[in-house]
């Protein structure tokens, strides 16, 4: 039987995650109508929207179990393990598993984005080499209220080009990676 996972956590592909952004904000738009209509009420409106509020509602349902079902689907499960004392990077990728075994080499920092009146946001960048070759390298987005990791390089430029890049959104995945991988 094998030790519990150091780590788990899911990932997605960077685009994949721009992309449902875009998605989840048409069921937001819809439903937000269909609340406004719903509270105006059917004799106060318009003719020709009373009669939509219901087609609207489906929509609404329709379109947020179709982002939420992307949403499940497009998540990459990965792990940190260890066997015997080594550690193991393993990422269930649908285009290839990845399992990187350790000593991990290591590089990692951040970068600012300083976006007006929306604060700054904080990206942190890993990546995770092996014989110098960047296997593979993560990024998390931090809103404003966070502020960097101590110890943490400002202005992050990895070597190379990554064989495979995921973005996270769990909070605090990208420092527990480091902790767990350094």
């Known amino acids: 039987m094998?030790?519990?996972?150091?780590?788990?956590?899911?990932?997605?592909?960077p685009a994949v995650g721009e992309a449902l952004g875009c998605l989840v904000s048409i069921p937001l738009i819809l439903g937000v109508i269909v609340v406004v209509n719903l509270m105006?009420?059917?004799?106060?409106?318009?003719?020709?929207?009373?009669?939509?509020?219901p087609w609207l509602g489906?929509?609404?349902?329709?379109?947020?179990?179709?982002?939420a079902a992307m949403w499940?689907?497009?998540r990459i499960p990965?792990?940190?393990?260890?066997?015997?004392?080594?550690?193991?990077?393993?990422?269930?990728?649908?285009?290839?598993?990845?399992?990187?075994?350790g000593p991990f080499?290591?590089?990692?920092?951040?970068?600012?984005m300083h976006m007006p009146k929306a604060g700054t946001q904080t990206v942190l960048v890993v990546g995770v080499y092996q014989q110098g070759e960047l296997e593979v390298s993560f990024t998390e987005?931090?809103?404003?209220?966070?502020?960097?990791?101590?110890?943490?390089?400002?202005?992050?430029?990895?070597?190379g080009d990554a064989?495979?890049?995921?973005?996270?959104?769990?909070?605090?995945?990208c420092e527990a990676l480091v902790r767990l991988l350094a």
Do not use: C, M
């Open 78 to 101: 990965l792990r940190v393990v260890e066997h015997d004392g080594i550690r193991f990077l393993e990422i269930d990728d649908p285009n290839g598993a990845i399992v990187l075994k």
């Open 58 to 67: 489906l929509a609404t349902v329709i379109t947020g179990g179709f982002a």
């Open 163 to 173: 064989k495979a890049s995921y973005a996270a959104s769990a909070g605090t995945f």
């Open 141 to 159: 987005t931090w809103g404003s209220v966070y502020t960097p990791p101590e110890g943490w390089r400002n202005g992050i430029q990895l070597t």
């Open 2 to 13: 094998s030790a519990p996972p150091l780590l788990e956590a899911s990932v997605n592909r």
């Open 40 to 53: 105006i009420g059917a004799d106060d409106l318009p003719p020709a929207v009373a009669g939509s509020t």
């Open 105 to 112: 080499e290591l590089e990692y920092g951040f970068f600012q």
């Open 72 to 74: 499940v689907r497009s």
